[in-house]
């Protein structure tokens, strides 16, 4: 059983360049999270997709968008990219029925911004 | 607004050692979770403990344990018998309303066990 996948593991781009990150759920998981780690921080809450929508968003501008696919994927783009969006950025997925909710975290995509 | 603190940014312990992290967390809700996650040099983050806000009673699994004070809202957790592999960054959690998925994070713990 495939756990959570992100693509791809590093990522080079310069200032106002667009980037996009991929996530594939655990199997069975129906709900995509995606966060951002600074260096040296803990990870900080981007956005949720459920069903295709975006069910929650934290405190991030608009130039983080997503988005999720029938196969229950998704896609973090962020436009017009700048220093301070060089960190991790970490995929989890969870099951929005189950009793926990528990979130299983993906290896990652580490993006420097030049 | 949830809040979650780690007062502890490194602790460096000889293997074999026991080990305490500190968390300290703030909420307005009346029903959340608590977890602990452990975050080794390859980024992915392992989950480790969870504790709902309505069973205070403390546990050991394993080498692992841990204390939940909803009074002085603490979760502290425990390594007994430090081991190298357990090197890693180590974040607590709060995620607020049964359903509602977003975890908050602290800034996190780096743990250091020398052999």
């Known amino acids: 059983d495939a756990g959570v996948t992100q693509s791809p593991t590093h990522l080079i781009k310069t200032r106002g360049q667009q980037v996009t990150l991929r996530c594939s759920p655990k199997s069975g998981h129906d709900t995509v999270s995606w966060y951002q780690q600074a260096l040296g921080q803990g990870p900080q809450f981007i956005f949720q997709y459920y069903e295709e929508e975006e069910r929650q968003r934290g405190n991030f501008p608009d130039r983080f968008s997503g988005h999720q696919f029938p196969n229950y994927s998704s896609e973090l783009n962020v436009n017009a990219l700048l220093l301070g969006d060089s960190a991790l950025y970490l995929c989890?997925?969870?099951?929005?029925?189950?009793?926990?909710?528990?979130?299983?975290f993906g290896p990652g995509t580490r993006l420097t911004v030049l | 607004a949830q809040k979650v603190t780690q007062a502890q940014t490194e602790i460096s312990v000889v293997e074999k050692e026991d080990v305490t992290l500190d968390c300290v967390y703030e909420?307005?809700?009346?029903?959340?979770?608590l977890f602990w996650y452990k975050q080794p040099p390859s980024g992915e983050l392992v989950f480790l403990i969870r504790?709902?806000?309505?069973?205070?009673q403390n546990e050991i699994s394993g080498r692992y344990s841990w204390n939940f004070q909803k009074s002085t809202s603490s979760f502290n957790f425990t390594i007994t018998a430090s081991q190298v592999v357990d090197s890693a960054v180590y974040f607590c959690?709060?995620?607020?309303?049964?359903?509602?998925?977003?975890?908050?994070f602290g800034t996190g713990t780096r743990l250091t066990i020398i052999p």
């Open positions: 989890a997925s969870s099951l929005l029925a189950a009793q926990d909710n528990e979130q299983f």
């Open positions: 959690a709060l995620r607020a309303n049964f359903g509602n998925e977003k975890l908050t």
């Open positions: 909420t307005r809700d009346t029903t959340y979770y």
């Open positions: 504790r709902n806000s309505f069973d205070e």
